[in-house]
């Protein structure tokens, strides 16, 4: 690694420590909103998701009504990079639906 | 030269083997035995009140967290403790830590009252705290610096300037800073800042309307010397000379009536220190945003590495991190160390980790009776720049 990316993975850290130290990593007052989501809503997830588990999309789904949660296997925290072709399935599903 | 006793309060009961990868923030507290622990606390403030007796010039407390480390998480209640137990001595806190309290204020309170006390007897520490507690405090590292500063501004506003006064930060905010009672020492205690040397604080801390006593605790030699004249290099930059007592270097000290003597008693509790007590993951030590990156990147560099190897007892004194040995022996070395940087406080830990009483009081008494004398007259101000 280069001393340049060492300094973009070292602003990084930072940053996300900046952004996420308290609450650690949650906005503790999204339960209190998730139900006024009225759209079709549909959570796509990755498997191996070790940042945010999939129980969490299991708790969004359960939160807004008529939501549907797609877990994708072999997949981690970032489906849209790691299975692309499974994130874009997954917004055709729910725009062609509506 | 102006020597102090620091005394670190470390849960020297605790089982060594029950430490694995840390004695901080989630090293359980179910390792801590209160019965112990009470004997603990009255043999150190026994330990702080002989300092008095033996004619240290101060006696020096300071705070951690959810530690076995140091068991001081709220250094004010020893100070004050020791404030009516002590006649001569300074009663250093070293210090607060400011970033970590909602309401600094609270801590210019126990200052002034420490200070009404003692008849003006307190040293007020300032310090952000080491990384370790932003995890137990839950406090966002990325904002401490600033808060720092504010909660700094706000408490000297709180001494200084007579009350009501209003503060408006961007995180504290009072409409009515009227603090009783105010200061005994006037404007205000003499303010001292630990530091393992960031460039903001050796920057900020010698500003000639500040000109705090930059203390450099538990660093290797390198780095003490490489920051204290970094400081006063800063202070020929402002336009002025730095004074000796604007120094200050605390480490560990152990004296025996040989070197040989001192090494064998000193060994397995400075050991102990260094590798047990002070354990604690890089994460921990330094959590993102507490310092800025290139300071980060120093750090990283010049002191966790050499921390991530055992360190033994010929390690650390071969790196300036501790010094043991016959009285002669360690008054060559802190003469030395003196004329290459220019100090004028010094603050020695003679209780480390496992160290048991007899042996802390042994060496205390012979620093004072031995030690001291000879070096008395190194480190004074220089009378032509103070005047």
Not at chain 2, 247 to 273: C, M, Q, S
Not at chain 2, 325 to 350: A, D, F, H, R
Request: hydrophobic content about 35%; proline content about 7%.
């Amino acid at each position: 690694m280069t001393d340049a990316q060492k300094d973009v993975q070292l602003k990084n850290y930072f940053t996300t420590g900046k952004l996420s130290w308290n609450p650690r990593f949650h906005n503790p007052d999204l339960i209190k909103w998730l139900h006024r989501i009225k759209l079709p809503t549909m959570l796509i997830w990755g498997e191996n998701d070790n940042i945010f588990p999939p129980v969490y999309g299991e708790a969004y789904q359960a939160a807004i009504a008529g939501s549907e949660l797609r877990i994708i296997p072999e997949c981690g925290h970032l489906p849209h990079q790691e299975k692309l072709d499974d994130f874009l399935a997954g917004v055709d599903a729910i725009t062609s639906k509506n | 030269m102006r020597f102090s006793f620091f005394h670190l309060m470390p849960y020297s009961a605790v089982d060594l083997d029950a430490i694995k990868d840390t004695a901080w923030i989630n090293f359980s507290n179910a390792n801590y035995d209160p019965k112990e622990g009470h004997k603990l606390y009255n043999r150190y403030l026994d330990e702080l009140e002989y300092a008095d007796e033996l004619g240290f010039d101060g006696i020096c407390v300071n705070e951690h967290h959810q530690t076995a480390y140091g068991i001081m998480p709220q250094p004010s209640v020893l100070a004050g403790a020791l404030s009516r137990r002590t006649e001569n001595a300074k009663i250093c806190v070293l210090g607060r830590a400011l970033p970590l309290t909602e309401n600094p204020l609270s801590i210019a309170e126990e200052y002034a009252m420490i200070d009404n006390v003692t008849g003006g007897r307190l040293i007020a520490g300032f310090v952000r705290g080491i990384g370790c507690e932003y995890h137990s405090y839950m406090v966002n590292p990325s904002s401490s610096l600033a808060k720092f500063h504010e909660a700094h501004d706000l408490i000297l506003q709180a001494w200084t300037q007579p009350g009501p006064t209003a503060f408006e930060g961007k995180y504290y905010r009072f409409q009515y800073v009227n603090m009783w009672p105010r200061p005994y020492q006037q404007p205000h205690p003499p303010i001292w800042i630990p530091s393992q040397g960031s460039t903001e604080t050796k920057d900020w801390a010698s500003h000639p309307d500040r000109k705090y006593t930059m203390l450099m605790t538990f660093s290797p030699i390198q780095n003490v010397v490489r920051n204290m004249n970094a400081y006063s290099d800063k202070c020929d930059e402002y336009g002025y000379k730095c004074q000796p007592d604007q120094l200050g270097w605390a480490l560990p000290l152990y004296v025996a009536e040989t070197d040989e003597k001192a090494i064998e008693e000193a060994r397995p509790h400075i050991e102990n220190f260094f590798n047990k007590f002070v354990l604690a993951p890089t994460e921990y030590r330094m959590p993102p945003g507490y310092s800025s990156i290139n300071s980060y990147k120093m750090i990283m560099e010049n002191k966790m590495k050499f921390r991530e190897q055992y360190l033994s007892i010929e390690m650390l004194m071969e790196n300036g991190m501790f010094i043991c040995g016959s009285p002669s022996t360690v008054s060559e070395k802190l003469e030395s160390y003196q004329e290459q940087m220019g100090y004028g406080n010094l603050v020695i830990m003679g209780q480390f980790a496992t160290l048991d009483h007899e042996h802390t009081k042994k060496s205390m008494q012979m620093f004072a009776e031995e030690v001291m004398p000879k070096l008395r007259h190194i480190g004074e101000p220089d009378a032509a720049a103070a005047e």
